[in-house]
């Protein structure tokens, strides 16, 4: 929303009279998952449906953040050298509590 926002307040910068699209700043996929979610809160979704779609929905991000670690180079970040390569577990770890933190304190922890 924040990137939305900033692009479409400066959507004039550097155009020379040209006509933005708002195509041009919300990816497909985000104007799908708005579609996704309406449908399912005007309940035009089953609950079976629904249910399959969030097994789905999880077993793809678990599937993303895997492919995420691999395409890792394990080179290229020991060659940035260790206090950077720290700095980048420090943040993963913070980042990681921060989760942990918010879906207990929220009691989301199913």
Do not use: N
Request: overall charge positive; glycine content about 14%; aromatic content about 8%.
């Amino acid at each position: 929303p924040v990137v939305a926002l900033f692009a479409w307040l400066f959507r004039h910068e550097g155009s020379v009279g040209e006509r933005t699209s708002w195509r041009r700043f919300v990816p497909w996929f985000v104007a799908g998952f708005a579609l996704a979610a309406a449908a399912r809160t005007a309940g035009l979704v089953g609950m079976p449906a629904g249910a399959a779609a969030q097994q789905t929905s999880q077993s793809l991000t678990i599937v993303a953040m895997a492919g995420l670690g691999l395409g890792v180079d394990v080179r290229a970040v020991r060659a940035v050298g260790p206090r950077v390569a720290g700095v980048i577990v420090a943040l993963l770890l913070l980042l990681v509590a921060l989760a942990v933190g918010l879906i207990r304190g929220l009691g989301i922890d199913g």
